[in-house]
């Protein structure tokens, strides 16, 4: 399932984690890439450790637990650390790759990449190219979204950045591990809880709408793991 996510940072927000980002030390990408795609990767990337990624991210951590669309959608038991990239200059593209199937964050835990998102915090008018390429079973869509809006897509998928021509694409991007693995699956329970949502917006509760949300969570308890 491919999906936008609008408002996870608000405008103010957005200019406050710019501000911090746009003044940090940035590094070369290719440090934190798998051996296929570090041949690919042509970016910049902020150390996890420094004060501008700690601040921006608890600000997007904070940012998608008040979205009820991500929780719906992404269903995580694990969040890994959110990361921050920077395509501008010579170091403005990422071909073609799949993000490695399980990522360590720094205390070595260990976090399966179900579903990945970026969060993109430059506005569309700032850079051209850049567009995140993403090719599924959906078919191939150019994603390219309004700064605080965030996309949603499996991590099974094969993706790439575009070249940016002109000014800088700063996102931050990350992986979550899902309580139900399959994609499939977690797309039936999002259809379900926003149709159900949507019927109790328009007619209120019914015994019906109680019959369907049982049925929801009772899924949800066969599929998850928690
Ligand atoms: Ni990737």
Request: charged fraction near 25%; hydrophobic fraction near 40%; include cysteine.
């Amino acid at each position: 399932m491919l999906l936008a996510i609008p408002d996870i940072l608000s405008a103010a927000e957005v200019r406050q984690a710019r501000a911090l980002l746009d003044a940090a030390p940035w590094g070369d990408g290719r440090a934190s890439a798998g051996d296929q795609a570090a041949r690919v990767k042509h970016n910049e990337q902020l150390p996890h450790d420094c004060e501008a990624a700690r601040t921006v991210r608890d600000s997007v951590l904070r940012g998608l637990d008040r979205q009820p669309l991500f929780l719906s959608a992404a269903l995580p038991r694990k969040i890994f650390t959110p990361r921050f990239n920077r395509y501008s200059g010579t170091a403005n593209h990422y071909g073609d790759h799949v993000d490695n199937a399980i990522r360590f964050t720094e205390g070595g835990q260990r976090v399966r990449t179900d579903v990945s998102c970026t969060v993109f915090l430059s506005d569309p008018h700032e850079y051209d190219g850049g567009e995140l390429v993403i090719r599924d079973t959906f078919g191939t869509q150019q994603i390219k979204l309004p700064a605080g809006h965030a996309v949603l897509y499996p991590g099974t998928s094969v993706h790439q950045v575009l070249p940016v021509t002109r000014g800088a694409r700063v996102a931050c991007f990350f992986w979550v591990e899902s309580m139900v693995r399959s994609d499939e699956q977690r797309r039936l329970l999002y259809d379900m809880d926003m149709a159900l949502m949507q019927l109790r917006q328009q007619h209120g509760d019914s015994p019906a709408t109680t019959t369907l949300t049982g049925t929801y969570h009772n899924l949800l308890r066969q599929w998850a793991d928690t």
